[in-house]
């Protein structure tokens, strides 16, 4: 996704909006900022599957009287679609807005639709998701690779009970495995922990 965001002029823009003539002041926004690809969606049925099939780059929502149906469908679709969007409404409270961060809307403004304010809104939209993507793709890397270590500590310590070795010993003979097998030595501790719960339930623990 940030390879698609890089070049602004080409960005696929989708704009949902039911009043066309708000959607036409985003639009101009838009095609004067130099985004040019924009598809508008006045119709709300089947939005999810309209998005699907457009697959745009980025998603401007413009919501006009939000109720909290309304905002929670939304809210859904932010969560689907892996999407910097910019959402504009005209009134909102602090639930909503606490609501509309949780479901990962980059950017969401409050009585702030203008022309002139389109193009740095849809920029920081883009700019927050990419950084809340790259901070999850941190996370998830540090998750696997805390488990790694889990792993590898659970395997080392079947070793070491069963063939009374040292730690490092018992390290020395995983990494070993894992350079003949041509495997990541995590692989390797994670078959020598499944293989000994199968035989024995309480053997890593």
């Known amino acids: 996704m940030a390879n698609r965001t890089t070049a602004s ?15 036409s002041i985003i639009e101009l926004g838009l095609c004067e900022a130099g ?17 699907m099939e457009i697959n745009p780059d980025v998603i401007v929502i413009d919501i006009e009287n939000p109720n909290r149906d309304m905002l929670e469908s939304f809210f859904q679709i932010s969560r689907a ?11 909102s409270d602090e639930a909503s807005i606490e609501a509309a ?14 022309q002139e304010r389109v193009r740095p809104i849809l920029k920081m939209a883009i700019s927050r998701f990419n950084a809340f993507s790259r901070l999850n793709r941190e ?17 080392k310590h079947l070793l070491m009970r069963s063939r009374g070795v040292s730690e ?33 339930p309480g053997a890593d623990e």
């Open 139 to 155: 996370l998830e890397e540090a998750r696997g690779q805390l488990e790694s270590r889990k792993v590898i500590d659970r395997a």
């Open 9 to 23: 002029n080409k960005l696929n823009v989708l704009v949902i909006d039911e009043n066309s003539i708000r959607a």
């Open 168 to 200: 490092e010993e018992a390290y020395s003979r995983l990494r070993r495995a894992a350079m003949n097998e041509n495997r990541k030595i995590e692989e390797i501790a994670q078959s020598l922990v499944t293989a000994a719960s199968l035989f024995d």
């Open 35 to 51: 985004y040019d690809n924009v598809t508008i969606i006045h119709d709300m049925n089947g939005l999810a599957r309209r998005i």
């Open 101 to 114: 961060v949780e479901a990962g809307v980059s950017a969401y403004v409050v009585n702030g639709l203008k």
């Open 81 to 91: 679609v892996k999407r910097p969007i910019a959402m504009f409404v005209d009134k």
